[in-house]
């Protein structure tokens, strides 16, 4: 079994490579296009381990512990549009059930208490109800975790369990799963280390074309209202040393939107051979996302979108990470 993550900044283009691979009849899909976040978001899976390990304090794993089924039981009901007009939930049933149970098996202890903090994790009402029960006073479950070596095994089985939850079938040996934006691009090798047997493809794209794709979206989490912040935020997170040195590593795989579009016989046979699979690639006749004729249309749009006094500040400031 083999799991494939594809990263990138946001809107680098790395959704092309998803889908392009999630489409290959010998590869799998189990979200379809979506993003499969529950380790990389700020309450998910890594958050969580960070919180039991390495964030050490009396409250710390019992905090996340809530904080992480409180999460999962709410996205167990995200809805996706997998096309126009269809709308799905993202998660299968049993999704939160598969949670509760991973929680269980990685606390060695687990007492009901109420410690301050508490308080405040509970809405006027639910905090008006606990008045009218016995035990008002131990409402909050407080753990000790495990060791790391048991949470980590524990891990891998849960994802492996949603997998094979939302594909609706055992994985195998030749299973070969696809996911998207799954890990912190910050740290991709700690926070891919749920996942066994795993490798990381990781895209970039020109900022002048993500800039412009982030201000036509109107991008929800993007700066794409002012250029100069654009070019802060971008210097901030992605012009340091630390950033490029923990991207040098052996499973991840560093894929120029422009090259893949452009040269994409050649892009495949390197991605393929990074992944060890077949360059000579069939794509599934349903549930086919990918369509190069559409991202090949995306390239250079900041001719038409971006302002000269936009493009001229991007390439004096950027100027390394211009890809043409």
Known sequence: MKYIIVLGIQNSGSGAIHDYLASRGDCEAPFGPNEFRLCN?????????LNFYNN???????????????????????????????KKRLYNKNFYNLSKKFIEKVSKLKFYGRPEFSNFKISKFEN?????????????????????EKFLLEAKKYINKIIENNLKKK???NSKIILNQTINIFDPVESSKYFQNRKIIYVTRDPRDMFSSMKNNKASAAPWMNIDYFIQWYKYYFDNSEFKKRLKNKDILHVKFEDFVTNFTKENYRICKFLNINSDFKLKKENCFFDLSVSKKNLTKYEDYLSKNENDKIKNNLKKFLQR
């Open 171 to 173: 994985l195998n040996k």
């Open 41 to 49: 978001d700020p309450t998910g899976l890594h958050n969580l381990y």
């Open 56 to 86: 050490y304090s009396f409250q710390s794993s019992s905090n996340a512990s809530f904080d992480f089924l409180n999460y999962t039981k709410r996205i167990q009901n995200f809805i996706v549009y997998p096309s126009r007009g269809i």
């Open 128 to 148: 008006f109800l606990l008045k009218f029960k016995k035990n008002r006073y131990s409402f909050f479950p407080i753990i000790i975790p495990v060791k790391k």
